[in-house]
Structures are given as structure tokens and as C-alpha cells.
């Protein structure tokens, strides 16, 4: 079983996504440790309901990012992780944190990329006027929503949708998504070769 580690700042929608899929025996992997920046994440009180160690680091005290990434890897490390899940994590890691777990960080983006990254991936693309719009689960590198694609779903755009109203039904498919791909890392099926991720079936 692989351990994994979610880092969330938000309501926690995917971690129970994850939890669940875990539930359901559909995960060859266990969610050991979720560490949050924002004491009041939903995501920490979902962890706590299960058992699982959930931590909050308060980002104010340290110097910078690198003297945060550095907190959160020593925690990643107690706990011998294997995979970092980023689930609404709304922080750029730093290259120290990226080289240390080289295609073993994902992160969940709210639209195809590579369009629209950025933490406005939904309200980017409906005000742009794409038809068509979806999530992305990607390894993460040191850019900004930049690294190897793993799984992507699409969604189309209703003319009378709001930005609520399509995140809630991107977020339906990321509820898929984001399982089926950190179950295929736990079951070592992606291969990466430069910017593809091939899926070994
Ligand atoms: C998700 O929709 C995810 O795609 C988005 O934050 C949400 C977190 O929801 N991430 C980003 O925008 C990253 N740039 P959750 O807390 O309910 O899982």
C-alpha cells in the first residue's frame, strides 16, 4: 500500500472523494497524513473524522516559502510518504519541495489545461467563452499548473451557467478523476517520457 499525503486549503470536496474511493476498495493506496495553511479547512476536519492525522501549519511564522515547503516536507518524511496529493491546495511549491518528490506530487486543476491555470480556473474559462471546459490531474513541476498531464475529463459550458454552477459540475467529474489517477500511481501504471504520461493497462 502506498502512503500518501493530501495538502488541501479548502472544503476538503476531494479528499472525501479519495476517502470514499478508499472505502470502496478502489484505492491500492492509504491516505496517512493531511496537512492544511488554513485552520478552519474542512478538509482537516474530514481527516479527523476518520482517524487520520491531520495537521494544521500555520504558513505566517516562517520566513518564505522554501522555510514552509521545509516544515511541510519534514512531516511528509515522518510519515515516509510516497505520494503528495495536492487537493485545492492553494500554495506554488517551491523547487526544493518539487526536486525532493520528482513525479510523486499531483495536483487537481479545475479546467483543461494547459488553458486557463491559476487559482480562477473556472471563472477564467466561462468568462473567456469556451464551450467546452473540464479538470486536469497533473504531476506537479516548479511552474504554475505546467507539469505532466495524467488524466483529463471534460464539461461543457451551459449559457446560463455561473461559476457556481460549473464548478459544481467540474467538480463531479474531479470526484472521479482524482481516485482513478492516484489509484493508477499507487498501482505504478503511469509512465512518464518528458511532458506524456502514458497509462500502462
Ligand atoms: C477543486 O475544484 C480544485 O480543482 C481547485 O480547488 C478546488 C478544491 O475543492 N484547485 C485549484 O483551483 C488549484 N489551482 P475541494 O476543497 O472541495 O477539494
Redo the contacts with the bound molecule.
Sequence with gaps: MKRIAVL????????EAIFQAAERGELEGRVVLVISDRQEA??LERARQRGVKALYIDPRPFAGRVEYDRAIMKELEKEAVDLVVL??F?RLLSKEFVDAYPHRIM????ALLPSFP??E?VKDALEYGVKVTG?TVHFVDEGM?TGPIILQGAVEIKDDDTVETL?QR??EV?HRLYPRAINLFCQNKIKVEGRRCFILE
Design positions: 488541501a486549503s479548502g472544503k476538503g470536496s476531494n479528499l474542512g478538509a487537493a485545492g492553494m495536483n487537481i486543476h479545475p491559476g487559482t480556473g479538470c499548473d464548478h467540474i467538480q474531479e
